[in-house]
């Protein structure tokens, strides 16, 4: 399996959703060149059941969540995640504890079916 690191995109907390659609869709080219790809990151907005980004991520890009939907950060917040769109690939995404920092790591692990 190939790892490439590519496009970073800050989202302030104080950010508007409508201000990060719009920042995700200017590299929406990017994204949509991309076969297997997982967008990983803090959203600082929620990602529960059903949220406006997760489907917003849906519809745009044909990708899911597949972290999974607990607290990941100390503020009992679920702002952090992984979207992908992944064929041949099991992607499994774990919360690790961290007493070191606000935010929860999230681990992430991609094996070949």
């Known amino acids: 399996m190939w790892l490439q690191i590519g496009k970073s995109i800050n989202n302030n907390p104080s950010s508007s959703l409508d201000l990060l659609k719009e920042t995700l869709l200017e590299v929406k080219d990017y994204i949509d060149e991309s076969e297997n790809i997982l967008i990983l990151g803090d959203f600082n907005h929620e990602l529960k059941l059903g949220s406006p980004l997760e489907l917003f991520m849906l519809q745009s890009f044909g990708t899911r969540l597949f972290s999974p939907r607990e607290l990941t ?41």
């Open 73 to 113: 950060t100390n503020a009992r917040t679920v702002i952090d995640g992984v979207f992908g769109r992944i064929e041949d690939y099991n992607v499994e995404v774990f919360i690790y504890e961290s007493y070191a920092s606000h935010h929860k790591p999230l681990v992430i692990r991609v094996h070949e079916l």
